[in-house]
């Protein structure tokens, strides 16, 4: 789905990405996992053109990330920030919705989708009124994630989704995830800096260090991390 062909980044004088090769598979649940700082984000913000790459090139599903094509392909990738990025001053159902609003679709199929994703998220639909500010950690991670599933995109990147939880309401997002990415059935991106989070997720692991690739793939042919 995502091919990184001697892909770096640099911030000033620090290399956030060594060049790298990477493979992203199709279909299935990708983790990049490492510790804070070694170049998750800057490596999922490449993926769908946020940043661009100070060395190689990012392909999307065969075809190179084009800045011209960025925003057709962005349609395509649902991405949702760490930390849920939702606007305060919109409802849960302003936030889920913004995207299909802005691309105005008829109010029918918003709504339509809509309902077919607070029931894939298992969102309370009475709190769709409610603000940011109103709702539990996780009930905010859930309108995240619908505003990045709106308009059925190809791709599902996601930033540390569960990392601002606490640890109960944690477990039960990890298991609403699994869930809800297997009956997507879509390529998922995801990061954490949790092992166990990641064993649990992905399918397929990008173990990355210091802004490298130390191993990559599926997740039952890792060795021990040295
Ligand atoms: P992470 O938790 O993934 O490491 P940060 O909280 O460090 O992310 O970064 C949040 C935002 O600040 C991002 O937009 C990132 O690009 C930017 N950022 C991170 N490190 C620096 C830095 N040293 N200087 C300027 N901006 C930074
Ligand atoms: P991670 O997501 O694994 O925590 P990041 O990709 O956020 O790591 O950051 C990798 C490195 O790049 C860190 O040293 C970070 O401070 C730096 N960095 C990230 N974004 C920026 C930015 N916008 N400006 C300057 N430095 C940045």
Redesign the pocket.
Same mark, same amino acid.
């Given at each position: 789905m995502f091919e990184l062909q001697g892909v770096s980044k640099c911030?000033g004088n *620090?290399w956030a990405l060594h060049p790298l090769d990477l493979v992203v598979p199709e279909g299935r649940t990708t983790v990049l996992l490492g510790p !804070?700082?070694c170049g998750? !984000? *800057?490596l999922l913000?490449l993926m769908n053109g946020l940043l661009r790459p100070d060395s190689g090139r990012v392909l999307f599903g065969g075809q190179p990330l084009r800045e011209e094509d960025l925003l057709a392909v962005r349609q395509r990738i649902g991405y949702a920030l760490?930390g849920g990025g939702l606007f305060p001053h919109l409802t849960a159902e302003g936030n889920a919705t913004l995207m299909a609003r802005y691309l105005k679709w008829p109010g029918a199929r918003v709504k339509q989708r809509l309902d077919e994703l607070v029931a894939l998220t298992r969102f309370p639909p009475d709190a769709l009124g409610r603000y940011p500010g109103q709702l539990s950690g996780g009930q905010r991670q859930r309108v995240s994630l619908m505003r990045a599933l709106m308009l059925e995109p190809d791709v599902l990147l996601l930033?540390?989704p569960l990392g601002a939880l606490d640890p109960m309401i944690r477990h039960e997002l990890q298991e609403d995830l699994r869930d809800i990415f297997a009956r997507l059935g879509k390529t998922v991106v995801l990061?954490t800096h949790d092992l166990g989070e990641g064993a649990f997720l992905g399918q397929h692991v990008v173990l990355l260090r210091e802004g490298r690739v130390v191993q990559q793939g599926p997740l039952g042919e890792l060795e021990r991390a040295p």
């Open positions: 911030f *620090t !804070s700082g998750k !984000s *800057t913000r760490q930033d540390e990061v």
